[in-house]
């Protein structure tokens, strides 16, 4: 009896373990639509690296200061019109930590460097540095992506991965491959450097934000 009771619940752990991957891929698709997302390469990341995400989300929900940061980005590029991946960036870049500093000189929430910050309207001199004034440089940073996408005849997925690896440099891969999928480029020829999982940790935070309820989407039976 302890034979069939054990294949039994097999079985429907199985079956709850299909639905609730079958749920996960139509929110995925949902996500996708209408974005120069791939949804079936952004899925197998997503199924693989879901508990990530929303255990990130979470803790910056649980933390009043992270929490003002987020609400106070997302409000803004639902005003600017910015494409709503965009709010993944400074997630990805630094965890919306607003004195975040790299060894290659960028620094602050959204990781500008001190030519590029100067370019989008940032005060960057002896005595004071705005890319430490996370408001500031969410604007800079927002108004910088947008550039970038529009750089790229508006596909989102170009301007966010040029935003971590250079507008030149990605437009002479382009070139170079012949290939204008910013999935295909950064999991390809950025295979192993600082771009392959970029867009996808981008992407993933802003699809757990703008869709809490996959992080209930998980099987609840176990053997």
Request: proline share 3%; with cysteine.
């Amino acid at each position: 009896m302890q034979r069939y009771q054990l294949i039994a619940l097999s079985l429907i752990a199985l079956f709850f373990n299909q639905v609730k991957a079958s749920e996960l891929f139509d929110s995925v698709q949902d996500y996708c639509m209408g974005k120069p997302c791939q949804s079936g390469v952004f899925y197998y990341h997503i199924e693989k690296s879901l508990p990530r995400y929303c255990e990130g989300i979470a803790y910056v929900k649980s933390s009043p200061k992270k929490s003002h940061y987020l609400e106070h980005i997302a409000e803004r590029v639902l005003q600017r019109g910015v494409p709503e991946e965009v709010i993944g960036i400074p997630l990805a870049e630094t965890g919306l930590r607003p004195n975040r500093s790299s060894s290659a000189g960028a620094k602050g929430m959204w990781q500008f460097k001190a030519a590029t910050a100067r370019e989008n309207g940032l005060i960057v001199n002896a005595t004071v540095d705005q890319r430490f004034d996370w408001k500031a440089s969410t604007e800079a940073g927002l108004g910088y992506v947008t550039q970038l996408i529009s750089s790229f005849g508006g596909d989102t997925a170009l301007g966010v991965l040029a935003y971590n690896v250079g507008i030149g440099r990605l437009s002479t891969k382009m070139k170079e491959y012949g290939i204008r999928s910013a999935f295909m480029l950064s999991k390809g020829i950025f295979a192993g450097k600082e771009g392959e999982h970029y867009l996808n940790r981008v992407y993933g935070y802003s699809f757990v934000y703008y869709n809490p309820h996959v992080c209930e989407v998980k099987s609840e039976v176990t053997l």
